[in-house]
């Protein structure tokens, strides 16, 4: 299947920091990515859809002006943690799905990023 | 929210045993996906069942899905340990090209050597 590669896969960080997380689609061209995150026994939350060359949407309740997403080109979206406080420490994931497969949207996920703020 | 329920939250089995899990959700959808997920690791696509099929194989596990119901049964017969993981079902919208998935709240799986 296709690969996404996600990077880093741990990162702690002091609180009032920024981090940025990169999600990289390795063997295709992704137009939509998703970003997500799942606190620990639970499931995967949507937080957004990164658009390459436009804006992101967000989810109801997603603060865009903290999680910033830039998805600048066919095979690379980022998230930035901005000013990163405790409560944001979780496990961010990312996806995509191989463009042109009609209504098949299985979905190929990075490894995942434990975002721990100290 | 349009999170689908999953249940059991959590089932242990012996090495061997079928396991048996259940996903409902609420809304129209063109697919329902099941995926894996190890500890602290990403999600591993399992089988993809779409809206107007009933049954699907895929090695040991088998998949149903009653869309009059809104739900969906992942089996996997003859369990091994390596099995033990979180396993998440996951459905799409009914407009075709939807690619945002809405997973369920998951069933932790244990499989006991």
């Known amino acids: 299947g296709a690969v996404v590669s996600q990077h880093p896969s741990r990162v702690i960080c002091k609180s009032g920091t920024s981090v940025k997380i990169e999600c990289r689609s390795l063997?295709?061209?992704?137009?939509?990515m998703f970003w997500y995150r799942q606190f620990p026994k639970q499931s995967l939350m949507l937080m957004a859809t990164s658009n390459e060359g436009s804006k992101a949407t967000y989810e109801q309740g997603v603060e865009k002006d903290k999680f910033l997403i830039n998805h600048a080109s066919l095979t690379l979206s980022t998230l930035t943690v901005t000013s990163a406080h405790p409560e944001d420490s979780s496990f961010y994931i990312c996806?995509?799905?191989?463009?042109?497969?009609?209504?098949?949207?299985?979905?190929?996920f990075g490894q995942g990023t434990r975002l721990t703020v100290v | 929210s349009q999170q689908g329920e999953e249940d059991p939250q959590a089932l242990s089995i012996q090495e061997g045993e079928n396991a048996t899990m259940n996903c409902s959700y609420k809304?129209?959808?063109?697919?329902l996906q099941w995926y894996r997920q190890n500890s602290g690791r990403g999600l591993v696509h399992l089988i993809l069942?779409?809206?107007?099929?009933r049954e699907k194989h895929s090695g040991r596990l088998r998949v149903t899905l009653d869309t009059s119901k809104k739900s969906s049964s992942l089996l996997i017969t003859a369990s091994r340990a390596a099995d033990t993981a979180s396993y998440f079902c996951a459905t799409d919208g009914e407009r075709f090209g939807n690619e945002k998935l809405t997973f369920g709240t998951g069933t932790r799986l244990t499989i006991i050597p």
């Open positions: 996806s995509a799905s191989v463009p042109g497969q009609g209504i098949k949207t299985e979905a190929f």
């Open positions: 063997d295709f061209q992704a137009t939509t």
């Open positions: 809304t129209s959808i063109n697919n």
């Open positions: 069942i779409r809206s107007n099929e």
